[in-house]
């Protein structure tokens, strides 16, 4: 079992930048496959970004060539550096660690004024 904790989130302006970071414990980071989703007011939860183990990444459409998702297995730690910020981007991102099981972190907000 792996906990979660996200940090980095707050109000910026469009076209301004954030870096998120989610924090794991409890198991052995590097054997995850890390994700982050979010989720916008009255909408779904969506995949934004995903790293395997070995570190390759994919990214939603809505995200590419803005958003880059990095790890670093000796810290424990998920990034996502979220650049060129724009309005549609508002919601809470959660932090996603699958290894058979899923486990979810709480979520950190992030809002983008216009």
């Known amino acids: 079992q792996v906990q979660l904790v996200e940090s980095g989130g707050g109000l910026v302006q469009a076209g301004g930048s954030l870096r998120l970071s989610c924090a794991a414990s409890g198991s052995v980071f590097s054997a995850y496959v890390m994700a982050w989703y979010r989720q916008a007011p009255g909408k779904q939860r969506e995949v934004v970004a995903v790293?395997?183990?070995?570190?390759?990444?994919t990214y939603a459409d809505s995200v590419k060539g803005r958003f880059t998702i990095s790890r670093d297995n000796a810290k424990s730690t998920v990034y996502l550096q979220m650049n060129s910020l724009k309005p549609e981007d508002t919601g809470v991102y959660y932090c996603l660690a699958t290894l058979g099981q899923s486990y979810w972190g709480q979520g950190t907000q992030v809002t983008v004024s216009s």
């Open positions: 790293i395997s183990r070995g570190g390759t990444s």
